[in-house]
């Protein structure tokens, strides 16, 4: 069975830092591109960043740029969310996603997600 | 950035109605749409790829429609397991990945 779990999430003061993980299992991990999404208590989906097969692609959305750094451990079967200098507004449950990518692309499966919130 | 709408932002449906969910594109995606179910409390499913594809395991009164800016995605028979929030997202251009703002599905 193809299972995403993530972990690390918890509170954190505006500025601090915080470390997501992805434990995948059930695939094999090295040949997928992988994702971080998150979702705003209330809101809608947003797409955070994505890593290559190898890990020498990564792209961010513009608002987490500088700050979040994606990454994986192909040998460990993980994939992690370095976020750095978090502010309220980072404040979700972020989920890490496989992304399918055939021609066409899509997220699936997804994990349970971890909540990520930063208050004072 | 491609820009996702969708329409409407939330309904009132019965058991056994068709429901249609229309997601709009800001410009043409060709057939680059994917759909996602989400129930409260859990993480999204997919149930649509490449605009009209129903994944493996998602059931067939369900169905994706569309091409260029505008989609549809309908519920032919509207079961108790169907009320959701649906989100629709552009594969076209990458990045961003960008999402629709969802549809609730409300009894």
């Known amino acids: 069975e193809v299972q995403l779990v993530e972990s690390g999430g918890g509170l954190v003061q505006p500025g601090g830092s915080l470390r997501l993980s992805c434990a995948a299992s059930?695939?094999?991990?090295?040949?997928?591109?992988m994702t971080w999404v998150r979702q705003a208590p209330g809101k809608g989906l947003e797409w955070v960043a994505n890593?290559?097969?190898?890990?020498?692609?990564?792209y961010y959305v513009d608002s987490v740029k500088g700050r979040f750094t994606i990454s994986r451990d192909n040998a460990e079967n993980s994939l992690y969310l370095q976020m750095d200098n978090l502010r309220d507004a980072d404040t979700a449950v972020y989920y890490c996603?496989?992304?399918?990518?055939?021609?066409?692309?899509?997220?699936?499966?997804w994990g349970q997600g971890t909540l990520v919130t930063v208050s004072s | 950035d491609i820009q996702m709408t969708q329409s409407p932002s939330s309904l009132s449906a019965s058991v056994g109605d068709r429901v249609t969910i229309t997601c709009r594109a800001s410009?043409?995606?060709?057939?680059?749409l994917n759909w996602y179910q989400q129930k409260p409390g859990k993480a999204p499913r997919l149930l649509i790829y490449?605009?009209?594809t129903l994944q493996t395991g998602v059931p067939s009164r369900f169905s994706g429609g569309g091409s260029g800016t505008d989609f549809t995605l309908t519920i032919s028979s509207l079961q108790p397991e169907d009320f959701a929030t649906y989100y629709c997202?552009?594969?076209?251009?990458?990045?961003?990945?960008?999402f629709g703002p969802g549809t609730k599905v409300e009894i």
């Open positions: 996603a496989r992304w399918l990518v055939a021609g066409h692309n899509w997220f699936d499966p």
């Open positions: 059930g695939f094999n991990f090295s040949n997928y591109w």
């Open positions: 890593i290559q097969r190898d890990g020498s692609e990564k």
């Open positions: 410009q043409s995606i060709d057939n680059y």
């Open positions: 490449a605009a009209s």
């Open positions: 997202q552009q594969s076209y251009s990458t990045p961003p990945l960008t």
